[in-house]
T-cell receptor
Framework: DADVTQTPRNRITKTGKRIMLECSQTKGHDRMYWYRQDPGLGLRLIYYSFDVKDINKGEISDGYSVSRQAQAKFSLSLESAIPNQTALYFC??????????????FGEGSRLTVL | QKEVEQNSGPLSVPEGAIASLNCTYSDRVSQSFFWYRQYSGKSPELIMSIYSNGDKEDGRFTAQLNKASQYVSLLIRDSQPSDSATYLCAAPSGNTGKLIFGQGTTLQVKP
């Protein structure tokens, strides 16, 4: 089983719908991240969380919200999806400040299409 | 200016050649740098990290860091078709702990 699991893996939805992407991890890491990937733009950080009570905006947080339900769970919501949010979304984890080598461990990605 | 910049390519090299991938960064506070490899349709995976000026070698891969020039590179010796992928350079943003990625360079190794 994957250490970082994302659901759903693929989703097609319509403009204006609310969408939630979920991420769970079994690595015991404190830090979790949501990235978005578009062709030619690399990975852009949407939100990140260093523990359950710590949520921070990334480079492109507008139109998104997150919830850190537990150390192991970090979900991303699109309250009212729009077509330019069509992208590949990755959840990632890393260790805490003492153990963090800087390495991110990624989920398999969630491909979202907004029509 | 983006915090981490790469040439998106594609960079095409013949099998057996040396592939050279380059990255520049803007935050002088950054102390560590990372190269991730991403195959098409897959998630990124870490292949090299470098923290000190100079070279770091791991098998066919060599990472080079020049903090004065704010430049980091990845050399792949004896390139193989299986090295064909997108290579992402990443650096921490200041002391925030968040990792910022460049746009990635697509490498094509032709048999």
């Amino acid at each position: 089983d994957a250490d970082v699991t994302q659901t759903p893996r693929n989703r097609i939805t319509k403009t204006g719908k609310r969408i939630m992407l979920e991420c769970s991890q079994t690595k015991g890491h404190d830090r979790m991240y949501w990235y978005r990937q578009d062709p030619g733009l690399g990975l852009r950080l949407i939100y990140y969380s260093f523990d359950v009570k710590d949520i921070n905006k990334g480079e492109i947080s507008d139109g998104y919200s997150v919830s850190r339900q537990a150390q192991a769970k970090f979900s991303l919501s699109l309250e009212s999806a729009i077509p330019n949010q069509t992208a590949l979304y990755f959840c990632a984890t890393s260790g805490d400040r003492k153990t963090n080598t800087g390495e991110l461990f990624f989920g398999e990605g969630s491909r979202l299409t907004v029509l | 200016q983006k915090e981490v910049e790469q040439n998106s390519g594609p960079l095409s090299v013949p099998e057996g050649a040396i592939a050279s991938l380059n990255c520049t960064y803007s935050d002088r506070v950054s102390q560590s740098f990372f190269w991730y490899r991403q195959y098409s349709g897959k998630s990124p995976e870490l292949i090299m990290s470098i923290y000190s000026n100079g070279d770091k070698e791991d098998g066919r891969f060599t990472a080079q860091l020049n903090k004065a020039s704010q430049y980091v590179s990845l050399l792949i010796r004896d390139s193989q078709p299986s090295d064909s992928a997108t290579y992402l350079c990443a650096a921490p943003s200041g002391n925030t702990g968040k990792l910022i990625f460049g746009q990635g360079t697509t490498l094509q190794v032709k048999p």
